[in-house]
């Protein structure tokens, strides 16, 4: 009942909230954990946590029968990889990867991959939902590109929230860019490039 009260409440850190006040108000214990553990407070420390997931033998093993982990279900179809080199990766379920190279990265469910693209250390967060061809002809019609990233893309060191639209020809990276810059399409923080949920980057666009 406490660790859902606390959880329903409006903090957010676990060493700067939670358990400092959960030690004032509560009879509280502790003990020594050797598991895995990181601390993902910032936007490297997320950043490198994910892209961990994907190295040959990470620290923290997705894969151990003795600690299984388990994920809510999504009903979906497995991933299609169609003529793309894919090297330390994971891929989430539903994604359509078209003739792409992927190294050291994390993609996420219902994510699509246009052909000629190049991903290198990327956390790509996926979709909520697919597009239907009504959709992506409306989308296209207002001169926007269909959710996911289309042809000829190169991304380097970024996030890419959920539902981002990147279009075709388009560099993403962090190279050349200050330590933490805010940009009209992107923020970069700790040298990661970020590209916030929903944005929509047009073709061509160099970021």
Avoid at 14 to 23: D, Q, R, S, W
Avoid at 36 to 48: A, L, N, P
Avoid at 50 to 79: C, G
Avoid at 81 to 100: E, K, P, T, Y
Wanted: with cysteine; charged share 20%.
């Amino acid at each position: 009942d406490v660790m859902l009260e606390y959880l329903d409440s409006e903090h957010i850190d676990f060493g700067k909230h939670i358990i400092p006040e959960a030690i004032q108000k509560c009879r509280s214990f502790s003990y020594v954990y050797q598991g895995y553990w990181e601390d993902v407070g910032t936007i490297r420390t997320f950043f490198e946590a994910n892209l961990d997931a994907a190295s040959e033998l990470p620290k923290f093993n997705f894969f151990d029968m003795e600690a299984p982990i388990f994920t809510r279900p999504r009903f979906l179809p497995a991933s299609k990889i169609n003529g793309a080199a894919i090297d330390h990766a994971v891929l989430s379920d539903g994604c359509i990867i078209n003739r792409a190279q992927i190294s050291h990265s994390i993609v996420g469910v219902r994510s699509l991959v246009g052909d000629g693209t190049m991903l290198q250390r990327v956390v790509m967060m996926g979709a909520d939902y697919y597009e239907s061809k009504a959709s992506i002809a409306k989308r296209t019609e207002a001169g926007e590109p269909p959710i996911g990233i289309g042809s000829n893309t190169r991304i380097q060191n970024a996030i890419i929230d959920k539902n981002a639209r990147i279009g075709n020809n388009c560099i993403i990276s962090p190279a050349g860019k200050e330590e933490n810059c805010d940009g009209g399409l992107y923020y970069v923080r700790d040298g990661i490039v970020i590209i916030p949920k929903s944005t929509v980057i047009q073709d061509n666009t160099v970021i």
